[in-house]
T-cell receptor, first 114, second 117 residues
Framework: DTEVTQTPKHLVMGMTNKKSLKCEQH?????MYWYKQKAKKPPELMFV???????INESVPSRFSPECPNSSLLNLHLHALQPEDSALYLC?????????????FGPGTRLTVT | AQKVTQAQTEISVVEKEDVTLDCVYE???????LFWYKQPPSGELVFLIR??????QNEISGRYSWNFQKSTSSFNFTITASQVVDSAVYFC??????????????FGTGTRLTIIP
């Protein structure tokens, strides 16, 4: 089963709200990723977790806070976002965090910040 | 620095035609991996293929085929007898392998393929 699930599918939030995006995989993968994708652009890497530890943070603003409670779950906590943060947020997982591992993506959460 | 170029921003073909999506990459590393992903309108990126830098054999999977040419730094993707379900954005991506970790995917800008019924 090569499935990564993400909830919610859509999210509308105000700039003062706090919300969380959730991602889950049951493939036994040890690396998980958050990407941000703006319209008509490729995905941009935000964070990488390897064996439940944060291994890459691509200088993402602190209003985005990742969390990996266990090897199957990945959260992205959102607080005080800006309208320009509106985008599709994609979660992915892979067997390990080495570059030769293909990544499997979830369907994404489409976020709108008002 | 790594770079992936997909010069074709948008392509439209009539159903059953063959179509080739171009991908040109740049890297200084000798060990690297190339990938193709498909992103249908639903948003999820679907992994299609991985190829390492030491394996220049072409690959065929059903209607899909890939041509890897190290001499021209290209990894092109051909869909034969296209179908409406092939309509999507296709991304080519590159990952180099290093001794230092932090190996990330570098995506091309994508090619939007529309199959006209």
């Amino acid at each position: 089963d090569t499935e990564v699930t993400q909830t919610p599918k859509h999210l509308v939030m105000g700039m003062t709200n706090k919300k969380s995006l959730k991602c889950e995989q049951h493939m036994g993968h040890r690396a998980m990723y958050w990407y941000k994708q703006k319209a008509k652009k490729p995905p941009e890497l935000m964070f990488v977790y390897s064996y439940e530890k944060l291994s890459i943070n691509e200088s993402v603003p602190s209003r985005f806070s990742p969390e990996c409670p266990n090897s199957s779950l990945l959260n992205l906590h959102l607080h005080a976002l800006q309208p320009e943060d509106s985008a599709l947020y994609l979660c992915a997982s892979s067997q390990g965090d080495r570059g030769f591992n293909e990544q499997y993506f979830g369907p994404g959460t489409r976020l709108t910040v008002t | 620095a790594q770079k992936v170029t997909q010069a074709q921003t948008e392509i439209s073909v009539v159903e059953k035609e063959d179509v080739t999506l171009d991908c040109v990459y740049e890297t200084r590393d000798t060990t690297y991996y190339l990938f193709w992903y498909k992103q249908p309108p639903s948003g999820e990126l679907v992994f299609l293929i991985r190829r390492n830098s030491f394996d220049e054999q072409n690959e065929i999977s059903g209607r899909y085929s890939w041509n890897f040419q190290k001499s021209t730094s290209s990894f092109n993707f051909t869909i034969t007898a296209s179908q409406v379900v092939d309509s999507a954005v296709y991304f080519c991506a590159l990952s180099s392998i290093s001794n230092f970790g932090n190996e990330k995917l570098t995506f091309g800008t994508g090619t939007r393929l529309t199959i006209i019924p």
